[in-house]
């Protein structure tokens, strides 16, 4: 405690928080919250709340954004994973399937079907042009 509000940490950044009470004491946050003389005497010293300068305040929105924007990245990260999943389960069923196809054949090959030919147009009559 002495460290936090003398202005020299050693484990946290400085800010008069419980939690880096618990840091700066390398104990607990639940250590910190059961010892009732230790935060009765904090709060009559840190009776007023923490303010932030407007840097940490843009800085802590900024973390905020980019946090936020990570979690949608791997959201999206982890559909296109089951997409891809779901696309390699897809073409090792089909190449099962076509290594049962041509165990039944035999290997004698397979025939090829063309598609039917469309019917060409007649060329005009002599009398027609």
Known sequence: M???????PVHTDGALTKENLAREAQVSHATVHRAEDILAE???RVARPVLRTPGEVQRDETIAELRKKLRE????AAQ??????ALATVTANLYAEDLTLKKRLG???IAV??????EQPHPPRPDEA
């Open 113 to 118: 079907l063309s598609a039917p030919e469309r």
């Open 73 to 76: 990245a791997r959201e999206q």
């Open 2 to 8: 002495a460290r936090l509000l003398a202005g020299e």
């Open 42 to 44: 904090w709060d009559a």
């Open 80 to 85: 296109t994973q089951g997409k891809l999943d």
């Open 107 to 109: 290997r004698k090959g």
